[in-house]
């Protein structure tokens, strides 16, 4: 692992461009534009590992639910195999389960994620593009009776206003940044995630949020059997250990026989390839993912892998609630 130093040195070059770019943005040699709708930004300063996602889901769920919106999430669907000429590619309610089933991935992971949580929530739609103004207008345009909008990983992204901003930032970050941490002092919220009971119990930590994510598996592991975790995200070792902490919490390990304990850490959205797959399969192993992974991988090997589920903790959430309730009432 880098220190913390030499990740400092690394950023810096990525945090000076995006500096500029706010400083024309500010001086309006370019433009922001903006929605005759609000939109709540969710996005951070790093690059990934803070559990965007399924904060992402838990916030749509919340707006359509407890505030009753019709919510529009607005990403730019990262890996996503989509040609130009159908961009922006609005994905309606009627057509969630169409692209669920697109083993080539044609939308992306995260965005297939997310439109897997709310595959029968008619409040949520989702548009994909890089122009995330551009994907708003052609939601506008198709369903009129869209109320909010949710921009995803939006914090960096200058051409569209955002009403109402919330960065997630991960307590034990070990990445690189995107920009500096004084952007912090702009936004409405900062929630903390990847919080621990260590973390929650210090006083100078009791009035902030906080997101700790309990983790639950999809099958029965085999007790006769080895584990092996793999994942493609930004912070594959903090999954790993909450993988081996869950297992030490349902005592998998309180066995006589040694049993293998083994991970592969994967870049972050990386696709696995047939033969990839294949040879995992064929180690004969309880082999786990995350909900993404596997989201990535054909249908008919989804037997073979055992997919870690996240149960999302809000800690301090009245916190959370009462900035929403102030917004929503505006």
């Not at 030499?6 to 995006?18: D, E, F």
């Not at 044609?106 to 949520?124: A, H, M, R, T």
């Not at 912070?235 to 040694?258: C, G, H, T, V, Y």
Request: with cysteine; net charge positive.
């Amino acid at each position: 692992m880098l220190s913390k130093n030499t990740r400092k040195i690394i950023s810096l070059p990525y945090q000076l461009v995006h500096s500029l770019r706010k400083a024309c943005y500010s001086k309006n040699l370019l433009k922001t534009k903006r929605l005759p709708l609000p939109v709540i930004s969710v996005g951070n300063i790093s690059f990934g590992g803070t559990g965007k996602t399924p904060f992402t889901i838990y916030l749509a769920k919340l707006l359509s639910e407890k505030y009753q919106k019709k919510v529009c999430i607005l990403t730019r669907g990262y890996g996503a195999r989509i040609p130009k000429k159908k961009l922006p590619l609005l994905i309606k309610h009627s057509q969630k389960k169409q692209y669920l089933k697109d083993n080539k991935l044609y939308i992306g992971d995260e965005p297939k994620l997310i439109i897997d949580k709310f595959v029968n929530n008619s409040n949520i739609v989702m548009s994909i593009s890089s122009d995330r103004y551009g994907a708003a207008v052609k939601a506008l345009e198709e369903e009129s009776d869209i109320d909010i909008f949710l921009l995803d990983d939006g914090m960096q992204h200058l051409g569209l206003y955002k009403d109402f901003e919330i960065s997630l930032v991960n307590i034990s970050e070990t990445g690189f940044y995107r920009e500096f941490s004084a952007a912090l002092k702009s936004i409405d919220i900062v929630v903390y995630s990847k919080v621990n009971d260590k973390w929650l119990s210090e006083k100078e930590n009791q009035n902030k949020i906080g997101l700790k994510y309990k983790l639950n598996f999809s099958e029965w592991l085999d007790p006769a059997k080895g584990v092996l975790v793999f994942s493609g995200l930004a912070d594959n070792q903090s999954f790993f250990e909450n993988i081996r902490a869950k297992l030490d919490e349902i005592n998998f390990f309180n066995s006589e026989a040694k049993i293998d304990f083994e991970t592969l850490a994967l870049p972050d959205h990386y696709e696995l390839s047939k033969a990839e797959i294949e040879n995992l399969i064929s180690k004969d192993q309880n082999i786990i993912c995350t909900e993404k992974d596997l989201s990535k991988i054909p249908s008919k090997y989804h037997q073979h892998f055992i997919s870690a589920e996240l149960d999302l903790e809000v800690y301090n959430e009245g916190a959370l609630l009462s900035s929403l309730d102030a917004f929503m009432s505006v």
